[in-house]
């Protein structure tokens, strides 16, 4: 993983895009890693009684996600200072979810550059999922 | 809508700043991280590799931060299991008159670096209460805010979670 430094960022620019696809295991294993019971994200049937019509991504894997987009774009010595997101739609399993990043603002703070993302999570046929932002510290070059 | 008709009674508008549960400990292991990480999918060195974190400038393994909402996750009795998975009185305490919370959104200020071996404190707020109404007809947005503080008596991150309770 490369680092990044503030020097090179510039409001515009785009993060490379990250693909996410989970299989069902990996729904299993992230509701075991959160003690998540609900049966929305492991059992077919029962999340069809909920009106879904397969089973669900969770809404804090996609949060996982966007951490994570941020985090490899940033590099090791990049430090994630906020993430938000909504999730407005359902992902499914199998289905490659897309991440895209933006930069809409820079600033220096002292031994250090801010950069400000706006995010967006979309499904196959292009339907936003989870809109967010985060706010991340690159380090300056030479610093 | 009428006041006897709204999905917030009096009494939940009164619990908001107040904490919700007692504030809760624990500390993070390294497998429960690393568990994590992989779940996600999320193979960052800074988690799995202390040289790799400690060149990157942190003090150890790293936890990845979005982890925070699930550390104090306790088991519960099966028979406390309602038809959908989930515990029974989840809820309890804030008493909207609804029948399904579904997960609306987040949002976490990382201040300060969280390490596997720290034991973090969390004490939930509620924040507020608000009830809208959607093209499916009325629902309570409600936020909590969660302070997570470590051993060492310092602020490492807050959390806020939206829900949507209808």
């Known amino acids: ?143 | 809508m009428t006041e006897t008709e709204s999905l917030i009674p009096p009494e939940a508008l009164e619990q908001i700043d107040r904490l919700v549960g007692e504030p809760q400990s624990a500390t993070i292991s390294r497998r429960e991280s690393q568990r994590y990480a992989w779940a996600a999918g999320d193979l960052n060195p800074i988690y799995f590799d202390e040289a790799a974190a400690r060149e990157a400038g942190y003090d150890g393994l790293v936890v990845p931060p979005t982890l925070l909402g699930w550390i104090m996750e306790d088991g519960r009795p099966l028979d406390q299991l309602r038809e959908d998975g989930l515990y029974k009185g989840r809820r309890q305490g804030i008493g909207l008159r609804v029948s399904r919370t579904m997960f609306g959104g987040q949002e976490y200020d990382f201040v300060e670096p969280i390490y596997v071996g720290d034991t973090i404190t969390a004490e939930t707020r509620l924040k507020g209460l608000e009830e809208k109404t959607g093209s499916s007809g009325p629902f309570v947005l409600t936020t909590q805010e969660t302070t997570y503080t470590n051993q060492h008596g310092r602020v490492v991150a807050r959390g806020r979670v939206l829900s949507i309770a209808r």
């Open chain 1, 1 to 143: 993983m490369s680092q990044r430094y503030f020097e090179d960022v510039h409001e515009g620019d785009e993060l490379p895009p990250m693909v996410k696809n989970a299989s069902r295991a990996q729904l299993f294993l992230f509701s075991a890693a959160t003690q998540n019971p609900h049966r929305i994200h492991y059992d077919r049937e029962y999340a069809a009684v909920e009106g879904h019509p397969d089973v669900l991504v969770h809404g804090p894997l996609q949060g996982a996600w966007l951490s994570q987009l941020v985090t490899d774009w940033a590099g090791p010595k990049g430090r994630v200072l906020n993430v938000g997101w909504q999730n407005r739609a359902r992902g499914f399993p199998e289905q490659d979810l897309t991440w895209r990043g933006k930069v809409t603002a820079t600033r220096r703070e002292g031994n250090r550059g801010i950069v400000e993302l706006e995010i967006v999570e979309t499904n196959p046929e292009g339907q936003t999922l989870v809109p967010g932002t985060a706010t991340v510290a690159l380090p300056l070059r030479g610093s």
